[in-house]
């Protein structure tokens, strides 16, 4: 379905993201734009749902699943904000970041694959925060079969996911047209997983700060 909410809600928009929202309550799986790239959405605490994802990529159930919420508020039940996460969040979120940190444990084990850690994001696209905020914590995976290029634009999704999806939302082509950067905080060390739209030098020119 068509859904022009990368800035603002329309109308039309609104109907869209209200019936993506019930699509997930009921257990079923979404394919949502974000600024970075397309996203699969579920909710994280359905794991039968949650289990769908990891089938629908073709995923590997040992590597885990991020998430995306819709404020520091929403991070803060799921996850342990420590200061380091603090110091990003402030600088960079909303935007193309993951933040992993420690999992709070009503995050399924099924989620992190059975790590105690999470990866945690807010996306900087109006449409997706007002998702979020209608369902909760949802799936942060990209919307492509596991392996195969990122989904920027809605038909490359259709084309890797097709029937496991119940519904698509078209914003038309990903701003940013690339993953976001993952962050991993433990303890005194930061450690960069993926390179993605923000720098390392960003990450820490704000930590060292």
């Known amino acids: 379905m068509k859904c022009d909410c990368a800035n603002a809600i ?3 928009s609104e109907s869209v993201i209200k019936e993506a929202a019930e699509e997930i309550a009921a257990g079923n799986l979404i394919v949502y734009p974000t600024e970075t790239v397309y996203g ?3 909710d994280i605490f359905n794991e039968v749902a949650v289990k769908n994802v990891f089938l629908a ?3 590997p159930f040992d590597m885990a699943l991020s998430v995306a919420v819709s404020d520091k508020r929403m991070m803060e039940k799921i996850a342990v904000v420590d200061d380091k996460a603090e110091k990003l969040i402030k600088a960079f979120l909303p935007g193309p970041l993951t933040i992993i940190i420690e999992k709070k444990k009503e995050v ?3 989620v992190t694959s059975m790590s105690k850690k999470v990866g945690i994001r807010i996306p900087d696209h109006v449409g997706a ?3 979020i905020k209608k369902t909760g914590p949802i799936v942060a995976t990209s919307a492509n079969v596991h392996s ?3 989904a ?3 038909n490359s999704a259709v084309k890797d996911l097709g029937s496991s999806i119940s519904m698509y939302i078209d914003d038309g082509p990903s701003r ?3 993953p976001s950067t993952i962050v991993w905080i433990m303890n005194k060390e930061v450690e960069i997983v993926r390179q993605g739209a923000i720098t390392i030098k960003q990450i820490e020119d704000v930590l060292n700060a």
């Open 40 to 42: 699969i959405g579920a």
């Open 108 to 110: 399924p084990n099924l």
């Open 176 to 178: 940013l047209k690339k």
């Open 129 to 131: 925060l007002e998702l």
């Open 57 to 59: 990529k073709n995923r």
């Open 148 to 150: 195969h290029p990122d």
């Open 152 to 154: 920027t634009d809605i």
């Open 10 to 12: 329309d109308q039309k």
